[in-house]
């Protein structure tokens, strides 16, 4: 049994900060890629960064410069740092893992979703 648990979120100005984090936990053996996507009203889920277990990134044309993905593997979290926020990067946040468990075989995790406003 894993869990991802989010923390962070809530209401910014436009221009602000905020970082997001995502814990994983339970019988977890290894982690591959955990990444962050969201998801505004009416709107399809989109990825918005990932991170390998190696370090190496990846993040949507709308994002790069202004939002950084980072992980420590020693915590199984993972993290988004965001800066510059623009009131079109509001959207739930929902954080995303790849883990091979104890028991055998490799599944997909969510998160449960955290609230991001941005105000203009």
């Known amino acids: 049994q894993v869990q991802l648990v989010e923390s962070g979120g809530g209401l910014v100005q436009a221009g602000g900060s905020q970082g997001l984090s995502c814990a994983a936990s339970?019988?977890?053996?290894?982690?591959?890629?955990m990444g962050w996507y969201r998801q505004a009203p009416g709107k399809q889920r989109e990825l918005v960064a990932s991170?390998?277990?190696?370090?190496?990134?990846n993040y949507v044309d709308s994002v790069k410069g202004r939002f950084t993905i980072s992980r420590d593997n020693a915590k199984n979290t993972v993290y988004l740092q965001m800066n510059s926020l623009k009131p079109e990067d509001t959207a739930v946040y929902y954080c995303?893992?790849?883990?091979?468990?104890?028991?055998?075989?490799?599944?997909?995790?969510w998160g449960q979703g955290t609230q991001v406003t941005v105000s203009s």
């Open positions: 991170i390998t277990s190696g370090g190496s990134t």
């Open positions: 339970g019988s977890i053996f290894s982690i591959n890629v």
């Open positions: 995303n893992a790849d883990i091979r468990v104890w028991s055998g075989g490799v599944y997909s995790y």
